[in-house]
C-alpha cells in the first residue's frame, strides 16, 4: 500500500494477528452484517485488506466463498480461511484476479484511511474494478473526528501500527462521494458507526447511477441507517 509492502509486512511480523482496528467480528463485521445481507448476490466476497483474516473468516459462515486479500503475507499466516497476498493498488493483478474470480462483493476495512490522495483514487478505481456491474462495494473507514483519538482510544497494536510509519487520516462523507461519484454508482446506504473504539462511516454501492433500479434494494435498511450527526 502507500507505506510499501515492507511496512506492512514488518508490522504483521511483529504482531502476527493483532488486528489494528478489530472490534473482534463480533462487534464488527457483525454489526455490518444486517446492512450486507440485503444485497449479497450468489458471487464471492473479498475481503480487501483483511489482515489476519478475522473478518474473513466471520464472513465465510454466511457467503459460499471469501477470500482474504492482504499486501502482507505475514498477516495472512494467521487467518484459518482462503487467502491470496495482493496489493490491490496493482491495477494489473486486480484484472487478473477479476478475470479469475468475476464480478465480486467486495468488503473492505480502514484501507482508504491510511493511504494518500492519488492512492485513495487507484483504490477506488481497482475496487470498482472487483466489483464490476453486479458486484456490491461495503467499504467502512474512521471518520475525521477519529484522528485526535487514536492514541487514546485505539490501543497498542494502532499505535504501533503508527510507530512503524502508517499514516491515518479519516476521511469525509464528501470525500467517499467524489471517490465514487453518482453519475457512475448507485448508494444504497451510508451512516456513522464504530470502527474498533473509533468513531467511523460506512458506505454501500455498487455500479449504476443514482436512480437507477435494481434487482436488490436496500430498502430493509432502515432511516437508522441513512448519514445522521457524526459521532465523537
Known amino acids: 500500500m502507500a507505506m510499501g509492502v515492507e511496512t506492512w509486512s514488518a508490522y504483521w511480523a511483529a504482531h502476527a494477528g493483532a488486528e489494528p482496528w478489530d472490534a473482534e467480528p463480533d462487534v464488527g463485521v457483525a454489526k455490518a452484517w444486517p446492512r450486507l445481507r440485503w444485497l449479497i448476490d450468489p458471487l464471492p466476497m473479498i475481503d480487501v ?3 489476519a483474516g478475522g473478518h474473513g473468516t466471520w464472513l ?3 457467503v459460499e466463498r471469501v477470500l482474504t486479500l492482504d499486501v502482507a503475507g505475514p498477516a495472512l499466516g494467521a487467518s484459518g480461511g482462503e487467502t491470496r497476498q495482493l496489493d490491490v493498488l496493482d491495477a494489473a493483478a486486480v484484472a487478473a484476479l477479476h478475470g479469475e474470480l468475476g464480478d465480486a462483493n467486495v468488503y473492505c ?4 484511511s491510511t493511504l494518500g490522495p492519488a492512492d485513495r483514487t487507484r483504490l477506488a478505481d481497482n475496487l470498482a474494478l472487483l466489483i464490476g456491474t453486479s ?3 461495503y467499504c467502512v473507514e474512521p471518520a475525521p473526528a477519529a484522528e485526535p483519538l487514536l ?3 485505539a490501543g497498542p497494536a494502532v499505535a504501533a501500527l503508527l510507530g512503524a510509519g502508517v499514516k491515518v487520516a479519516g ?3 464528501a470525500q467517499f462521494h467524489s471517490l465514487f461519484p453518482g453519475d457512475r454508482f448507485r448508494l444504497f446506504g451510508e ?10 462511516y460506512w458506505v454501500m454501492l455498487r455500479r449504476g447511477r443514482e436512480g437507477d433500479d435494481f434487482a ?5 435498511l432502515g432511516s437508522t441507517d441513512r448519514v445522521a450527526e457524526e459521532p465523537t
Open 109 to 112: 476495512r480502514v484501507l482508504f
Open 135 to 137: 458486484g456490491v462495494l
Open 60 to 62: 465465510a459462515d454466511k
Open 49 to 51: 485488506g483483511g489482515g
Open 171 to 173: 476521511l469525509e462523507r
Open 191 to 200: 451512516g456513522y458507526t464504530q470502527v474498533g473504539a473509533l468513531p467511523g
Open 216 to 220: 436488490h434494494s436496500a430498502d430493509g
Open 151 to 153: 492514541s487514546e482510544r
